[in-house]
């Protein structure tokens, strides 16, 4: 059970605070309900309490998990690339591993992707899924490790910056 003010992290959504616990009567049903505010859009979401784990209600990861992370994005030897993978399969896959909730596999998609950018370029798709799980992996990071959401960011262009040299003009021409 979490408590109130307790950091989680919801799937797809990225991190959010328990702001508080209610019960509410639903359907001639009552119910608890943590109340979760998304840090970073405000979105508050009513998550049953009964319910939190089966929807991937998670607490915030450790510092050896967050540790674990930045090693795994700087590991490439498992890199698959998108041989044989039409983009709807990966689209899928990629969508599917985002809403697990586990930021090994949110961690995986960006990694993946920006990989993938060193040979191709990333459709409009690819493009909106990389920001997402870039926002994801950032924000849980921060909270995991104890720093900027910003640094994090940077770190992480820092790790693939050979990739991102290779199929695109540099940032500051723009």
Do not use: C
């Given at each position: ?14 991190v959010g605070k328990v702001e508080r616990i209610e019960t509410q009567e639903i359907g001639g049903a009552t119910a ?17 309490v009964a319910n939190a784990t089966n929807v991937g209600l998670r607490p915030v990861s450790s510092l050896r998990t ?109």
């Open positions: 059970m979490f408590k109130v003010n307790e950091l989680v992290v919801y799937p797809s959504q990225g608890d309900f943590y109340i979760v505010r998304i840090l970073s859009n405000n979105v508050t979401l009513m998550v049953p967050g540790q674990a992370i930045f090693e795994s994005l700087k590991d490439r030897s498992d890199f698959t690339g998108y041989t044989g993978q039409n983009w709807n399969r990966r689209y899928r896959e990629y969508s599917e591993k985002l809403k697990s909730g586990d930021l090994a596999d949110v961690a995986y998609v960006l990694k993946e992707l920006f990989l993938i950018g060193k040979d191709k370029e990333l459709s409009f798709g690819e493009r909106r899924l990389l920001e997402q799980a870039m926002g994801l992996v950032t924000m849980e990071l921060a909270y995991a490790v104890g720093r900027d959401q910003e640094e994090i960011r940077d770190d992480i262009h820092e790790m693939f910056k050979d990739v991102m040299d290779n199929g695109e003009e540099n940032d500051e021409d723009e």
